[in-house]
């Protein structure tokens, strides 16, 4: 069975652009949906609808694939399941582990869609020792003493840190000291790594933040249409302690991440 510790998906070989690539996992979601609904042929347009992309950057992006579809017909749904599976080095065994078995790592490691796209979880990992030999999802936790022999006897070059902030850096340093070039980072902080390791980071308030600047500016709008204004505060407090304080009176007005 392959392992990711000698093969490199064919993307960067080929020239295919970042943002081509982080859009392929979207078109492969779609087409996957169609494939389990047996829809054989599928439209630029209608795909591109699924993905949440315009038809012109999806015939764009395909085009790096060499595929074209077929004037008239579209695109066989099954044949670009399997183009971009490979081209996401989706049609081999990609062994992960998952390093901190708190409810975030146990949540990821329940998670069921990891083997229906190419990932088998090899193994996971936790520092307190109370935790060792407990099965979660069926497998049992093995404590972070064995963690370079667990890379090593599984050939593991993925991993993800689920761990609290301040553990992560010490793990991604072991991480990859063992051989494991790509990280998932869930931990609310920035990781540093070597060339060579390709780091992506999770962070859900990073993504609250984002949403909550929109729904901001869309009471903003609202409020400059006529719409309704927000909440005066109360009587006798100042508008910008209100704005910056929380129940313990020394929250900042943006968030940690």
């Excluded at 301040?166 to 063992?178: F, T």
Aim: glycine share 10%.
């Amino acid at each position: 069975m392959a392992t990711g510790r000698t093969h490199r998906p064919a993307t960067r070989s080929r020239g295919i652009p970042e943002a081509t690539v982080a859009r392929l996992p979207l078109y492969l979601r779609a087409l996957t949906a169609l494939s389990e609904r047996s829809v054989p042929t599928v439209s630029s347009e209608e795909l591109a609808a699924a993905a949440g992309v315009n038809s012109a950057k999806l015939r764009k992006d395909f085009s790096y694939l060499g595929s074209y579809g077929t004037r008239g017909v579209g695109y066989d749904v099954e044949y670009l399941v399997y183009q971009i599976s490979r081209e996401l080095g989706l049609t081999q065994d990609w062994p992960v582990v998952i390093v901190g078995i708190g409810n975030l790592g146990a949540a990821l490691a329940n998670y069921g869609g990891f083997a229906s796209r190419g990932f088998r979880v090899a193994a996971l990992i936790d520092a307190d020792p109370a935790m060792a030999g407990k099965p979660v999802a069926g497998i049992p936790v093995q404590h972070t003493d064995d963690l370079e022999k667990i890379i090593k006897d599984n050939g593991v070059s993925i991993g993800v840190i689920a761990t609290p902030a301040g553990a992560a850096q010490p793990v991604c340093d072991r991480l990859v000291a063992a051989g494991v070039t790509s990280i998932l980072n869930f931990a609310p902080t920035v990781l540093s790594v070597p060339d060579g390791v390709d780091v992506r980071k999770v962070d859900l308030s990073i993504e609250l933040q984002i949403l909550a600047f929109h729904e901001q500016r869309k009471a903003g709008e609202e409020s400059a249409d006529g719409g309704p204004l927000p909440a005066a505060a109360p009587q006798g407090a100042a508008a910008d302690d209100s704005a910056d304080q929380g129940p313990d009176g020394d929250v900042p007005a943006v968030m940690p991440a």
